[in-house]
Each structure stands twice: as structure tokens, then as C-alpha cells.
């Protein structure tokens, strides 16, 4: 198998099984003309944050790294009326073009942006006292994973999912003596949740048109 076949299997299985609403092919289609990079997860992947979101009713959802918003709508799919995601990005611009793309998918009541360090914004949301989140997808700097599992599980409850994205690039993520910021990051967070009994967790390998990477999945168990 070479990544052409991976690419070709992910278009079938996307024609196949997964359809974007009108308000998802917008989102991705205008992030590529603002040539924002091509970082946003694929439409499959996409369509399991939203089943896993879905299989938990999540009503609160928390996501570090927003881009132009792709995966925050995959996550809107699964929120019932009164549900409610917050999402963290730290470039204007970007955060910019998601609220619009919310906008125009008449996703702004139940979507915030909240622009700026998203270790900023979660302390100042730990501070706060802010109502638990059911379901957690950190997908931002990847350096900082091992911060946002922190805030995440101090915004978090007995029963809330935790995804997050990146963990296997090119498989870089089993070389113990790799010096990538990146590598390492993902590194101490997966030694962080192997010491933490409040944690169950998984990780899964992914190949497709985002190539050879993989998710963690994690489930607050107290
Ligand atoms: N979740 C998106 C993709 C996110 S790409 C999707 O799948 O559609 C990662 C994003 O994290 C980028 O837009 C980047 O600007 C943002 N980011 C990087 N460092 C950050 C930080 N410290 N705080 C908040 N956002 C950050
Ligand atoms: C990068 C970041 C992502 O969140 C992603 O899904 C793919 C690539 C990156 O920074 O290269
Ligand atoms: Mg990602």
C-alpha cells in the first residue's frame, strides 16, 4: 500500500459512506481558497468525532485548535439545541474566518471562537469555574499536549471523551530518542496518561489522505 492508495480508499469510503452538509464542503472549500494550510482533519475523521461526540450526547464540547472551523462542525452535528462547543485559536485571522464560516452556517449561537493562547484560555476557563466539558478534542500545537491533557481533565468529568489528533505522524511518535518538539510533546502526554488512573485509554494508527498518523482516545473514568 502507498499513500496514492490510502488517498484513493478515503475518497471511496467518503463517497461511499460519509456526506458533508452544505456548511462542511463551504468550510473546507473556502479554507483552501484562503490557502489556510491543509491541516484540517479528513471528512471521515470527521464524521467518527462526530459519532463518538454523538455516542456520548455530548452537550459540552471543547477543542484546542480550531483552523477554519472544519472539525468544530463536524462536532456540531452531534450537539443537541442546547449543546454548546467552545473553541480555542490563537491566530486572528484564522479565528476570523471560522466565526464567518459559523455565521454562514448559522452555527454562531451554539459555537464560540475564543481567540488566543489556548493555554491562556484554558487557565482563565479553569479559573472560572467553567462548567464541565463531555467531550475534549485537542488538536493544536502539539508541543503543548501534555498542557492540554491537563486542562482538559480539569475541565472534564467522570464520563467525558477525550480525542486527540497527531499522535503517530509518519510514525515518528516510537523513536524515544527523537528530538522533535512535536514528537516529544506527544511523548509525555502518552507517559502522562499511563500514570494517571483517572484515565482508560487507547491510540489507533490512521493512514488515508492525511497520511499515516493516528488519534488518541481517552475516557475519564473518575
Ligand atoms: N481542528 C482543526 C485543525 C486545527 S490545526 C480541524 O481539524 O479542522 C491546528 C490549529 O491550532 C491551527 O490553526 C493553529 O493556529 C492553532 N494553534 C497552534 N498553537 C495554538 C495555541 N497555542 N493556542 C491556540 N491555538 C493554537
Ligand atoms: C499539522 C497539524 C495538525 O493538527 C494536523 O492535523 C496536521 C498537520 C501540522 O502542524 O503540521
Ligand atoms: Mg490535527
Do not use: C
Not at 480508499?9 to 463517497?15: P, T
Not at 482533519?41 to 484546542?64: C, D, F, H, K
Amino acid at each position: 500500500m502507498t499513500p496514492d492508495r490510502w488517498e484513493e480508499v478515503d475518497r471511496y469510503l467518503e463517497a461511499a459512506l460519509v456526506t458533508e452538509t452544505p456548511a462542511l464542503t463551504l468550510a473546507r472549500e473556502a479554507a483552501a481558497r484562503k490557502g489556510l494550510p491543509d491541516h484540517q482533519v479528513a471528512a471521515n475523521q470527521g464524521a467518527l468525532l462526530m459519532m463518538l461526540a454523538g455516542t456520548i450526547a455530548a452537550r459540552r464540547i471543547l477543542e484546542v485548535g480550531t483552523l477554519g472551523g472544519y472539525s468544530t462542525l463536524w462536532l456540531a452535528r452531534a450537539l443537541p439545541h442546547d449543546g454548546a462547543i467552545d473553541t480555542l485559536e490563537v491566530d486572528s485571522e484564522r479565528a476570523a474566518f471560522a466565526r464567518e464560516i459559523f455565521a454562514e452556517a448559522g452555527a454562531s449561537r451554539s459555537i464560540a471562537v475564543h481567540e488566543g493562547d489556548a493555554r491562556e484560555t484554558l487557565t482563565r476557563f479553569q479559573t472560572a469555574g467553567r462548567e464541565k466539558y463531555d467531550f475534549v478534542f485537542i488538536d493544536a500545537d502539539k508541543p503543548s499536549n501534555p498542557h492540554y491533557l491537563e486542562a482538559a481533565l480539569a475541565l472534564s468529568h467522570p464520563g467525558s471523551l477525550i480525542v486527540v489528533d497527531n499522535v503517530v505522524r509518519d510514525g515518528k511518535v516510537a523513536d524515544a530518542a527523537s528530538d522533535d518538539a512535536n514528537v516529544k510533546g506527544v511523548r509525555e502526554m502518552f507517559e502522562m496518561i499511563r500514570r494517571d488512573p483517572r484515565l482508560e485509554a487507547t491510540a489507533l494508527q490512521t493512514v488515508g489522505s492525511k497520511g499515516w498518523d493516528g488519534f488518541a482516545l481517552m475516557r475519564v473514568v473518575a
